[in-house]
Structure formats: structure tokens, C-alpha cells
């Protein structure tokens, strides 16, 4: 296994239209976690699945965002109508099942800019 | 107030050097997490700490409980330390990460 991947690695679109990043996280790992990092900020959690079902979503998650996992294993996260303010690393990580302090694993992110 | 604190932002040694990175957090945790950034994106997980002190290397991780504090330390310091540090925080039932800003290091030769 190769780890956690994420594609694309950049996006450019233009403001108003959709896009959609793909996550595949490690296989036996069946936390995943969507976070979003700004230029000069650290990230902050967007959503949170376990297996197929999302747990928690953040305040952050406009309905403008909505995130999938529908079998458990890879998931998409999708803006709708993109604002410039939307323009930031989108960052997955993954950690193993059942344990709660295990270090999670990150891809390498989806860089969107929005023009 | 953040509920993850670090310090310094920057910081900018020369090579060799001995380093701290701190840490503070205001939020009941299961684990405090210790990563690193390359330019690009990519974040590599340096250390996770519930308690006491971890070393890999030259870097040394530590944290104090009741204070609600962490130190990362690099001993001896090189060029290709240079990245960003980044404290995080395992909260909540989730355990999602909770991140400080980060503390971008620059090691000069």
C-alpha cells in the first residue's frame, strides 16, 4: 500500500462552477477525515467518516460542501458554486480501525485555487 | 484564543543549533501530535505523545500533562530540518486533530 492518496493534486477553476477531490485512504484504515488549511494557518477539520457513515461535520461545511463515502473506502468531497474564499489545501488522513490514539496518515492534499 | 497555541511562529537557526518548538492547549485531549510540513503540502506525522517524552533521532518530544504543554526539541540541526512544525490535538469522540499555526523553521548552513 502506497498510503493515503489524493487527487487531483491542483485544481484551478473558475468562480461559480463545481469540483470534486477523491480521497484513498489507507486499506485497512476505516477513519477518514477531510481538513482545509489557508495560506500561513494550520488546517481545521471539516468532516469526519467512519467506514460509510459521517459522523461529524464542522460549522465550516457550508451546505455548499458535501462529502461521501459510499462503501466504506475511498471518498469525494464536493463544492458546489465555488467562492475565491473557498481557495485552499484540502487535506485527507486516515487512521486504522478500532484504536483511538494512533497517528493519522495524510495525503499529499488538493491544492484549489479558485480565480 | 486558539485552543492550540505554539511558539515561535518563525524561527531561524544555524545549522547545528539546538531547538525548541512549544506547544500549549486549552482542551481536554486523548493524544497531542507532533507533524511535519514540506513545502508542497505534504504532512508527515513526527510524533504522538499521551504522556512523558518520545525520541526518534535527533528529535525529541515531550509533554506535560497538568500543564497542558509540549516541547519539540532537534538536537544538532540541519539544513534539511527546514520545513513547518506543526502541534496538534486529538479531541472529542472523533478524534479529529485540532492544529496550532505551525512554526516555520529555517536551519542555514
Known amino acids: 500500500d502506497t498510503g493515503v492518496s489524493q487527487d487531483p493534486r491542483h485544481k484551478i477553476t473558475k468562480r461559480g462552477q463545481n469540483v470534486t477531490f477523491r480521497c484513498d485512504p489507507i486499506?485497512?484504515?476505516?477513519?477518514l477525515y477531510w481538513y482545509r488549511q489557508t495560506l500561513g494557518q494550520g488546517p481545521e477539520f471539516l468532516t469526519y467518516f467512519q467506514n460509510e457513515a459521517q459522523l461529524e461535520k464542522s460549522r465550516l461545511l457550508s451546505d455548499r460542501f458535501s462529502a461521501e463515502r459510499p462503501k466504506g473506502s475511498f471518498s469525494t468531497l464536493e463544492i458546489q458554486r465555488t467562492e475565491q474564499g473557498d481557495s485552499a489545501m484540502y487535506l485527507c488522513a486516515s487512521s486504522p480501525q478500532g484504536q483511538m490514539n494512533t497517528e493519522a496518515f495524510f495525503g499529499q492534499g488538493t491544492r484549489l485555487t479558485v480565480v | 484564543k486558539n485552543e492550540v497555541e505554539q511558539s515561535p511562529q518563525n524561527l531561524t537557526a544555524q545549522e547545528g543549533e539546538f531547538i525548541t518548538i512549544n506547544c500549549s492547549y486549552s482542551?481536554?485531549?486523548?493524544?497531542l501530535h507532533w507533524l511535519q510540513q514540506h513545502p508542497g503540502g505534504g504532512i508527515v506525522s513526527l510524533f504522538m505523545?499521551?504522556?512523558g517524552k518520545k525520541k526518534h533521532g535527533r528529535l525529541i518530544a515531550t509533554i506535560n500533562i497538568q500543564e497542558k504543554h509540549s516541547s519539540l526539541h532537534i538536537t544538532a540541526s540541519h539544513p534539511r530540518d527546514s520545513a513547518v512544525y506543526i502541534c496538534?490535538?486529538?479531541?472529542?469522540?472523533?478524534?479529529?486533530?485540532?492544529f496550532g499555526t505551525g512554526t516555520l523553521l529555517a536551519v542555514q548552513p
Open positions: 482542551v481536554g485531549i486523548s493524544a
Open positions: 486499506s485497512e484504515h476505516n477513519r
Open positions: 505523545l499521551s504522556s
Open positions: 496538534a490535538v486529538s479531541a472529542g469522540a472523533t478524534n479529529k486533530l485540532i
